[in-house]
């Protein structure tokens, strides 16, 4: 738990200047300076808070903690910074309203570093930043020298100079950076991390949104090719089995041939909008995975060309918090769970008891029922799609979303039962296979017989009791009459 709680302590609640009136900026909690919480900026601007919003910080004299970090090392004396009493309100037009830009007050202007901090990656929107002012006091300003302030505000600032060879871009952080007390999100400040990635990774930070679209387009043709032609030039990813045994286990009990998965004996296949779902929340996450690997690599580009070595710490929480848990785990349990929904009938699990046992068809196998069972459904709702919204944007909301909506389709289907499937009950194979295109199998008796056999012999060695009585009679073996028509559809005919 502890990896999971320390990824926060280099996040910020961030806030954009194009939501800013003359560049100024008010910083999303400003009545809580001590919250973690960055403003991203282009040209002269700043930030500034309200003093009545910060009255108990000028009573009491207790200390602002702020930072100002560069996407690029910038010529130091192209700009200044200042903070202290003060607007920062820049761009004004000159009219009855707005008189010119608020004046720079000198004796604010901050005594800055002529180097850069060493450099570091962002981990969470994958952007490289370059710190400009060292830990300590030069981070620090202390709220009683606002008691005698003349205006209504506080301000943190930075004015660009006409030297400039371009407007610079850069980011003010307020709160404290190694405290878990700093770290607080709101809900919908978690739910909506996929934006503020998509904007930093275009033009509030890595000026390369376009990226995403193309990665998109590229992967889905590659994706879709992939799925047809790993499925025997089929759609069969996106059905499910309607048969009395796994299909594996059907494959294995064929003697002779096996054909392909499409062509098994005795296997129909139907539309399964589970397993569109999850194609489709597959599709998101791989688009995801490359997108911060292609911005992780623009960020260390530019960390390897500036002029000391760039700090690891950021490289080690994007590959093993970010890239690891955040994204790749959720690939791999989406996965999982889409390949135990196609590699397991609704009939199998729900007439499937558990037992202890590592075998490949029972307990915790690959092809136990176990995985399969509807009632996984709740951990499916729960910390795929419920922790989903709120965990690093994986999947850019698709993630989350479309786990919520397969997970409830899940428990609908297991409680609701609509095949009325339980132990005892005469499977009955469909007449009609529901796939664009006849690709079935041929189902002959002697199969259904073979297969039935294999399916109650597996459940009597397992009965706590001595009783040899077949979980399903055997229709065509218990009488030497010619069979009704009744009779044969039970056995399933095609």
Known sequence: ?????????????????????????????????????????????????????????????????????????????????????????????????????????????????????????EPFTQTAYFPLLPKGEQRLFNASQLRDCDSDHFSIRLHVYDNASHDLTYSIALGCEDGLQCEQFTFLELFLFPLYVARNHGSSWNNAGWTLGVIALIFEFFYLMGLWFFFNRSWLALYEPVAILQPQRIYETIKGHRPHFGQLPCVSWKPSPRC??????????????????????????????????????????????????????????????????????????????????????????????????????????????????????????????????????????????????????QFKYPTVDSRWSDLGGVCTDETKRQLLGVYNSYYDSRAMDDSTQPLMENLATATSRVLSVEELLNLGRR
């Open 1 to 121: 738990m502890l990896p999971l709680v320390t990824t926060f302590l280099l996040a910020h609640v961030p806030g954009y200047s194009n939501n800013c009136k003359h560049n100024c900026c008010t910083p999303p909690h400003p009545t809580r300076p001590d919250i973690s919480q960055a403003t991203y900026l282009k040209g002269s601007g700043g930030i500034q808070i309200d003093l009545v919003d910060i009255k108990d910080y000028i009573d009491n004299g207790k200390n602002i903690e702020f930072s100002l970090v560069f996407k690029e090392e910038y010529d130091v004396w192209t700009h200044d910074i200042f903070v202290g009493c003060g607007s920062c309100d820049y761009h004004r037009t000159y009219d009855y309203e707005d008189l010119g830009f608020d004046a720079l007050n000198f004796s604010n202007m901050l005594t800055k570093s002529e180097i850069y901090q060493p450099g570091a990656l």
């Open 276 to 425: 569109v779902l999850y194609a489709l929340v597959v599709y998101a996450l791989v688009v995801d995975i490359f997108e911060s690997i292609v911005h992780s690599t623009i960020a260390l580009t530019a960390l390897g060309e500036a002029s000391q070595p760039f700090e690891m710490r950021g490289v080690y929480i994007y590959l093993g918090i970010v890239l690891g848990l955040g994204k790749l785990l959720p690939l791999l349990l989406t996965a999982l769970v889409w390949r135990f929904h196609r590699a397991v009938p609704e009939f199998v699990w729900r007439t499937y008891t558990f037992r202890c046992a590592c075998n490949k068809y029972d307990g915790f196998g690959r092809y136990s029922p176990f995985w399969a069972h509807g009632a996984w459904s709740s951990i499916e709702l729960v910390f795929l799609g419920g922790f989903g919204l709120v965990w690093l944007g994986a999947g850019y909301w698709i993630f989350p979303f479309g786990m919520l909506v397969s997970g409830s389709y899940r428990l609908c289907i297991w409680i609701a039962n609509p095949e009325g499937y339980k132990r005892g009950v």
